[in-house]
T-cell receptor, first 113, second 112 residues
Framework: NAGVMQNPRHLVRRRGQEARLRCSPMKGHSHVYWYRQLPEEGLKFMVYLQKENIIDESGMPKERFSAEFPKEGPSILRIQQVVRGDSAAYFC???????????FGPGTRLTVL | SQQGEEDPQALSIQEGENATMNCSYKTSINNLQWYRQNSGRGLVHLILIRSNEREKHSGRLRVTLDTSKKSSSLLITASRAADTASYFCATGMNTGGFKTIFGAGTRLFVKA
């Protein structure tokens, strides 16, 4: 059973471009979570999704950020018109039930030039 | 301030010693999880303890949970240089939608 997969592992974008981060949960997991981590800090919750539904997006900036988890395919975190402050590591986690252990992917490190 | 706050922020010990990290939180929780993160890497899940549990063990790890004090501790016994990492507690709670909140972490350095 493969773990949580994220790609790309590293992503470089110029200011104003779009960034698309992908997350494939573990097999059998229908709950996906996205977190952002700045250097030397803890993880900040962004959004929690189940298949085709956003359950909690209270940690997501109101503008430029969106997330989806379609019926087929990976979950996508999309950042439009990136700014330097978006540079961070973005981690995805999945779990079989919402109250269960969350298993984390290796993260995508976004650098905005 | 954050729901989960670890204490101390940083800890440096000799190999073979025990390391204790604490986590305090503010609101009622469903569960509390401890994770380890090596520099620049993803998070590795260590232990999940539910709100109706008081103590759990896994190898050299021991986690306690005191819901009356809203605190948890992670004890690593007989530490090794490979235990050097950041350790995070994460509280899971039902707040009209389940959410997991991470603390800022304790940076543990084990000297060989």
């Amino acid at each position: 059973n493969a773990g949580v997969m994220q790609n790309p592992r590293h992503l470089v974008r110029r200011r104003g471009q779009e960034a698309r981060l992908r997350c494939s949960p573990m097999k059998g997991h229908s709950h996906v979570y996205w977190y952002r981590q700045l250097p030397e800090e803890g993880l900040k919750f962004m959004v929690y999704l189940q298949k085709e539904n956003i359950i909690d997006e209270s940690g997501m900036p109101k503008e430029r950020f969106s997330a989806e988890f379609p019926k087929e395919g990976p979950s996508i975190l999309r950042i439009q018109q990136v700014v330097r402050g978006d540079s961070a590591a973005y981690f995805c986690a999945s779990s079989p039930k919402v109250t269960d252990t969350q298993y984390f992917g290796p993260g995508t490190r976004l650098t905005v030039l | 301030s954050q729901q989960g706050e670890e204490d101390p922020q940083a800890l440096s010990i000799q190999e073979g010693e025990n390391a204790t990290m604490n986590c305090s939180y503010k609101t009622s929780i469903n569960n509390l999880q401890w994770y380890r993160q090596n520099s620049g890497r993803g998070l590795v899940h260590l232990i999940l303890i539910r709100s109706n549990e008081r103590e759990k063990h896994s190898g050299r790890l021991r986690v306690t949970l005191d819901t009356s004090k809203k605190s948890s501790s992670l004890l690593i016994t007989a530490s090794r240089a490979a235990d050097t990492a950041s350790y995070f507690c994460a509280t899971g709670m039902n707040t009209g939608g389940f959410k997991t909140i991470f603390g800022a972490g304790t940076r543990l350095f084990v000297k060989a």
